[in-house]
């Protein structure tokens, strides 16, 4: 595809694009682990969404306590609008939600789901390769632990 660094997240759409559709797919709709095209935008869109099908995986149980959310969706959440930083002109929910490339996202307040989108190629009950922004959450998560008190960080413990 020409210029498929400078794609906005509609033209980059894995669904729109047709990656990896009929079989054989398409020589130019193909896209795989063995030659790194799997990593390479926009094809890297389609491959987050399928990255068990393009190459070695392991699940990861959530561990003991499985959770079960209850829904509330909250409907006015695509109506807000804010100023992004460094910026001066408003944008939408859903632009933010564009620009950011936004394969799927939900949003827990007090336990329950209050929003929930799927724009481009994630299913609800898809799998969305994390990467490194795994540690980022993980750190994340362990310092409000660390400030709630559930967590003492000068414990260790080996399990």
């Known amino acids: 595809m020409e210029n498929q660094k400078y794609l906005n997240a509609n033209d980059s759409n894995p669904n729109k694009i047709g990656w990896m559709k009929g079989f054989p797919p398409e020589e130019s709709k193909c896209i ?74 939900i949003i827990l307040h007090k336990g329950k789901i209050v929003y929930e989108k799927y724009p481009a190629g994630l299913e609800q009950n898809g799998v969305h390769s994390a990467m490194s922004v795994s540690k980022s959450f993980t750190g994340i998560l362990a310092s409000i632990l660390i400030d709630e008190g559930i967590i003492n960080p000068e414990k260790l413990e080996n399990h």
């Open 32 to 105: 795989s682990a063995n030659d790194g095209s799997f990593f390479e935008f926009p094809a890297l869109r389609y491959s987050v969404n399928h990255i068990r099908e393009l190459y070695p995986t392991r699940a990861v149980e959530a561990g003991a306590k499985k959770f079960k959310f209850k829904s509330k969706i909250d409907r006015q959440i695509e109506s807000i609008t804010f100023v992004p930083w460094n910026e001066k002109q408003p944008v939408t929910w859903n632009d933010f939600l564009e620009r950011n490339y936004t394969d799927g996202i």
